[in-house]
C-alpha cells in the first residue's frame, strides 16, 4: 500500500502494435545505488517523447541501458515487436538506435568531418583508404541542413564552442539515417538560436514520421514544443505518462513539488527520529 502523499505510480501500459520500441520493468544498480527500480514506457513510430526528472532520477541511465552501452539487472526490451538484447552500442546503432550522449563521444584530436563518420567511416575499394572527400562532402551536408554554421569542417573539434560540438554530435546520429534517436540533454551546451534549430530539426524529423525520438530535456516550455508525449521518472520509476496535450507545465511543476515536500518531510521525520533516540552509553564529561 502506497504512504499517504506518494503520487500513484502508472502501470506499464499495454502493448499496441505500432510501438517500435518496449521497455518493461527495467531495474538497474550502481553497488548500494538503486538507479532505476521498475521502468517502463513504450514509443510509437515517429513519435517524440520526452523523458524528465531530477538529477539523479535514472534518465541517463535508462537511455545508456536502451542504447546497449549498459545492460540491466532485470526486466526486458522489445524492438518491433521482438526481443531486444543489445550486446553494445554497435550492436544497437545495427538494429537501428543511435544515440547523442551528454558527453558527446567526440575525439577533440579530430576534425568536424572525421567526428562525423566516426566508426562509420567512408573507405575507398578495393585499396581500403579513407575516403575524406566523401566524408567532407557529406558531413556538410548534413550540417547545413540544420542550420548550424560551422565555416570550417576540417578543424579539430577542440576548437569549437560547446553548441557547435553538439550540433557535430545531432548531426551525426540524424545522419546515421536510424529508426529510433535517443537525445541526452540535446540542448545543454547551446545558445537560443543554436537550441531552436535543433528543436526545428526535431519538428521536421516529427513532420516526416520515419524517425522515432526519446528526448531529455530539463526545460519544459521545449518539451511541450517538441514533444508529443512526456514521461517524468522519479524515484527510478515512471511518475507520469501522458500526451503533451493532456497536460501542463503546472502540472509536471507540481508534480516535482510534491516530490520535494515528500523528500523533506522524510528528512525532519528522521531528524526527529534521531533527536530522540537513546543517548549514548559513553558517561559525560565531569568539569
Not at 578543424?155 to 557547435?164: E, F, I, T, Y
Request: contains cysteine; aromatic residues 4%.
Amino acid at each position: 500500500m502506497a504512504d499517504a502523499g506518494t503520487a500513484p505510480v502508472p502501470s506499464a501500459p499495454a502493448p499496441a502494435s505500432d510501438d517500435v520500441l518496449r521497455v518493461e520493468h527495467i531495474a538497474k544498480r550502481f553497488g548500494p545505488v538503486t538507479a532505476l527500480q521498475d521502468v517502463s514506457l513504450h514509443l510509437k513510430k515517429g513519435e517524440v517523447l520526452g523523458l524528465l526528472g531530477d538529477n539523479g532520477a535514472g534518465k541517463s541511465t535508462l537511455i545508456k541501458i536502451i542504447s546497449g552501452f549498459q545492460k540491466p539487472d532485470s526486466g526486458r526490451m522489445f524492438l518491433d515487436g521482438q526481443p531486444y538484447e543489445p550486446k553494445s552500442v554497435d550492436d544497437a546503432r545495427a538494429k537501428g538506435i543511435d544515440t547523442v550522449y551528454q558527453d558527446l563521444a567526440l575525439i577533440d584530436e579530430l576534425s568536424v568531418y572525421h567526428n562525423m563518420f566516426l566508426r562509420r567511416e567512408r573507405v575507398l575499394r578495393p585499396v581500403p583508404l579513407l575516403n575524406n572527400r566523401e566524408m567532407k562532402r557529406e558531413a556538410r551536408r548534413a550540417l547545413d541542413s540544420i542550420g548550424i554554421n560551422i565555416p570550417r569542417i576540417d578543424v579539430a573539434v577542440a576548437r569549437l564552442s560547446g553548441g557547435q560540438r553538439q550540433a557535430i554530435a545531432v548531426a551525426r546520429t540524424v545522419n546515421s539515417a536510424s529508426d529510433i534517436i535517443l537525445l541526452d540533454e540535446p540542448l545543454a551546451a547551446m545558445g537560443v538560436k543554436e537550441g531552436a534549430q535543433i528543436l526545428d530539426l526535431v519538428a521536421r524529423l516529427k513532420e516526416e514520421g520515419n524517425v522515432s525520438i526519446i528526448m531529455i530535456l530539463h526545460n519544459y516550455v521545449q518539451v511541450f514544443e517538441a514533444c508529443d508525449r512526456v514521461n517524468m521518472i522519479q524515484e527510478g520509476r515512471i511518475a507520469l505518462d501522458k500526451p503533451t496535450s493532456e497536460t501542463s507545465v503546472e502540472e509536471i511543476t507540481n508534480i516535482v513539488v510534491d516530490e520535494y515536500r515528500r523528500a523533506r518531510e522524510e528528512e525532519h521525520a528522521n531528524n526527529a527520529h534521531g533527536e530522540h533516540e537513546p543517548p549514548s552509553a559513553e558517561p559525560p564529561q565531569q568539569s
